[in-house]
């Protein structure tokens, strides 16, 4: 712990000194598009944040339930994910820049999905580059959505980012929670940061919407081949957790087959949807603190990939 910097919900007087800072950089005018229209009292404002130091270079930045990791080298800044969708940026910039006063030289998505994309445009106004997966781009593109900053350059399968000293690999393993999902893995730290498809002790998030089946189980594989001890996942795991380990992405390959198994003998055996939500339990994963919420949804999931090939 001596390593993690919290900057809210910590009752140390340097978490108050900072939360009191982001607290004053709030904007006054009115709320973000689609925030709600009724204020919280001014001592809830301020969303949780932290800054945790994962090596000498990277650092993950938690907003409220979401994450992001930022690199930091003397040449520049390489972060992820804005994650701002209805938040302002700025403590996300302030929390780097609180680290150093190096430029932010790129912004990468870690996928297209807008609740990880939204928010960079203060980061564009810093000249930030920003870097995506093709089909991200494309489905920007195609949607428009307000507030999310089209990428200035595409990764297809595999990109290699050199600055200051570090090195950053983009990779492109298939589709998975979508079609646009990139692995960031840097070689020396050992460290993969990668979002929505790889959680710390979590089943999959509702009913799995733009998730491929069985893609998402053959690129699992792949991470797990790949060199690195250090998961950086886009929330937080139980307790908070900011980091797990390759025991995460084995579990979770682990608990998809086992979904898939179980769903796929109720098809074999005729039952219905219902049925199949009804009739099956994976006491294994039980513990996971999305288990009872979600796994009926994941259930249906892959109760259309064997039941209608979709
Ligand atoms: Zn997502």
Known sequence: MSRLHTTAIAATLLAGALIATVQA???????????????????????????????????IFRYVGHQAMFIVTPAGVI?????????????????????????????????????????????????????????AKERIQALKPADVVVPDQVVDDKRVITLGGTTLELLYVGKNHSDSTLVMRLPKEKIIFTVDWIPIQGIQFRG???????????????????????????????????????????DQLAYLQDLSAAVKKEVTDGKSY????????????????NYKAFLPMNIERYYDFWNRGI
Do not use: C
């Open 25 to 59: 950089q709030q904007p006054s005018g009115p709320p973000p598009s689609g925030a709600p229209a009724t204020a919280a009292p001014q001592a809830a404002a301020a969303p949780p944040t932290a800054t945790t130091k994962v090596t000498d270079n990277v650092y």
């Open 79 to 135: 972060a992820t994910d804005p994650i701002s969708l209805h938040r302002p940026a700025k403590p996300y910039i302030d929390a780097i820049q609180a680290v150093t006063k190096a430029p932010i030289k790129y912004v990468i998505y870690s996928h297209g999905h807008f609740d990880h994309s939204a928010g960079g445009q203060p980061f564009k106004d810093l000249g930030a580059t920003f870097i995506a997966q093709r089909n």
């Open 208 to 250: 799995m919407a733009d998730t491929y089946i069985p893609d998402i189980e053959g690129g699992l594989k792949k991470v797990i081949a790949m060199d690195w001890d250090t998961l950086i996942p886009g929330h937080p795991g139980p307790g908070g957790k900011p980091t797990g380990t390759k025991q995460n992405a084995i």
């Open 274 to 289: 219902d049925e199949a939500m009804k009739d099956i339990s994976l006491p294994k994963y039980a513990a996971w603190p």
